[in-house]
Structure formats: C-alpha cells, structure tokens
C-alpha cells in the first residue's frame, strides 16, 4: 500500500470517528432518549426525526438532514430526503391525530401540546 493510500484512509478515519461524535452530541441534544408509543410503529429512522421534533418548538430541515444522514453514514444529502421522511411519518401519525407542521424558513414542528404529552424523557 502506497504512502499516499495509508494517508488517506488515516484521514478517513478520522473524518468518520468525527462524523460519529457529531452524530452522538446531535441526538442526545435532540431528545434521542425519548420514549415513543409502540403503537406509532415508526422505524428507528422515523423514531430519531420525531424524538428530534418532541425536543424542540422548531426543529430546522438541516438538522433534521445531518440527523438522516449521519446517522447512516450517507455522504450525498437529497433535499427531498428530509420530506419524503416527513410525509411518511405524517401519514403514520395522523391515526393518533399527530400532525407535523411546516414553518417555511425555520423548520418542522409539532403542537405545544403533544410535545407536553409525549415529550417527556424515558426513565433508562
């Protein structure tokens, strides 16, 4: 292996245990700890975005995107990614009239009042 290949996998590395400690300091600050109703049957993906929105009054697309991304790995970020993922939790929430709201500019939200009632931090 060339000096240059040891180099750049050295850099690698690095970059990925960053992007890791990234990831980690983003979901303890946006509630990942939450404990959601088994019977919303969200994906662990869908889990992250909305513990992320039980979390905060407002959360933005961009942090919802590195929430997405990071956390499997995904270099390449669609911008549709973050809606398409919205849509979906939507029409899994909607039974349980849950909606997710959209603040053009600012981010994604939920209602004061299911934040109040599901919001609160898991016991583990």
Partial sequence: MTSLAKRTIARLAADLAEA????????????????LPLEWRLTPLQGRVVSALLSRD?????????????????????????KVHISN???????????IAHHRGRGYALAADVRARYGQRSAA
Avoid: C, K
């Fill in 89 to 99: 939790i939507r029409r899994r929430l909607r039974p349980f009239g849950i909606e």
């Fill in 20 to 35: 890791r400690e990234h990831l980690e300091r983003l979901e303890r600050s946006l509630g990942q700890d939450l404990a």
């Fill in 58 to 82: 407002v959360v933005p697309e961009q942090t919802l995107s590195e929430l997405l991304y990071l956390s499997r790995g995904v270099v390449y970020r669609d911008p549709a990614a973050v």
